[in-house]
Every structure is written in structure tokens, then in C-alpha cells.
């Protein structure tokens, strides 16, 4: 395969879900391709899927949630890569429950993994970008950043910062060509929504105009649209959800 111009992608929370579907589909399309979650098994699952479509794959089981584990993610890009062109900030928890229930380590747990990936790994990826003129970021938010969800009054917030994170920083660095973007996705057919009972996933499903859950597929293929978009494209959270919210 003829590789996207040396063009390389650093997705997180890679090993399963929209993060392993986005990851697939810039392959696909020829990038290069790191990934990264804390689940070292299901990554080199990944790693090898993606090699075998004949793209080089950096694989890093690390901590998002963690500045540290951000720098290793960012060192071994350097190393193998050079620098990421294009940065996904997937990595995601979700919460139920009544606040009132919530435990202090329950909301570190949810704002570093959700909230605090974001700063730690845009905050490595903005450098060579500014450096090269260009760069793109895309950040995976939820329905429940614009409008908010009882029972996950946490998870809610995390999304909201992201989305306000979203249209700040794309004003900070417009000017340096670099875009910045966010993909909110309503209900999405992963694993973070398998605890549903059946009775409870039909009743969604009657919420939601399209009459389904939407496929990790479906919000890969947003996120590579969204990335390849006209650069003029900035600051905005794009809403994927079936006409639900």
C-alpha cells in the first residue's frame, strides 16, 4: 500500500470500540498509525490487523490519564514516527449513578482518563505541529457534553470541558493552521453501552429518530471526513447521533 504521504495518526483509547474502528480506518486509507490504551493484549490485537493491511503500526500500552504516561506515548511516536500529523483523542470512561454516590477516586478517575488526556496529549502534539504549519485534532466527545444526562452528571462535565477545550484551543491555533475539532456521538453500538438490559436498550432505541444505535464504524468514518475536511473547518463539535439530541 502506498502510505498517506508519510502522514502519521496517533489514535487513543485504541484497543476496542470507536477508538479501534478509527484507528482501522486511517489505516485503510494509508496513515500511519499509532495507538495507544491502557489494555496491552486487545492493542497488539490491533497492531497486528493494521500491519497486515501492509501500514507501519506503533503500538504503546500506556495511561492517558497520566502526564507520564502521555510523555511515553509521544517519546516512542518521536522515535519511530517522528511526529504525529494527525492527533484522535478517543480515550474515554464513562459513570452511572447519582452524583450524591460518586466517590472522589470515581471523579479523578473519569476527568483524568476523559478530560485531563486531552491537555497532557494536545499540549505534546502542538509543537512540531506549529512547527510544520499544520496539523490536525480531533476530540471524541458525547451528546452528553452539549445537553447533559441525569446519572451521569461526571461523565457529562468531562464532555462539556472537552467541547469548550474544542472551540478554545481552535481559536488559540487557527492562526498557526492547525485544526481543531469534536465529534459528539449519541448512542453508539460498544462496549461502554453493553450493560443496558434488553428492555432498556429498546427504550433508547424508541428515543433515537433513526430507529437504532449507530456503529463504531459509522463515527470512524465521521472522524476521518471531519479530518479531511476543508481547513477552514475549526472549532466546531459536529453531533452524530441519529437525530436523537
Known sequence: MEHKKGKTVLVTGASRGIGRSIALRFAKAGYQTAICARGEQALLRIKQEIEAAGVPCLAVAADVGKAGGCREIFAAVEKTFGHADILINNAGVSHIGLLQDMTEAQWDEIMSI????VF???RLAIPPMVAAKHGKILNISSVWGNTG???EVAYSA????????TKALAKELAPSGIQVNALACGAIDTEMNRFLSPEDRASLIEEIPADRLGTPDEAAEMAFQIISSPAYLTGQVIT??????
Open 158 to 165: 468531562s464532555k462539556g470541558a472537552v467541547n469548550s477545550l
Open 149 to 151: 444526562a441525569s446519572c
Open 240 to 245: 452524530l447521533d441519529g437525530g436523537w439530541q
Open 114 to 117: 476523559n478530560l485531563s488526556s
Open 120 to 122: 497532557y496529549c494536545c
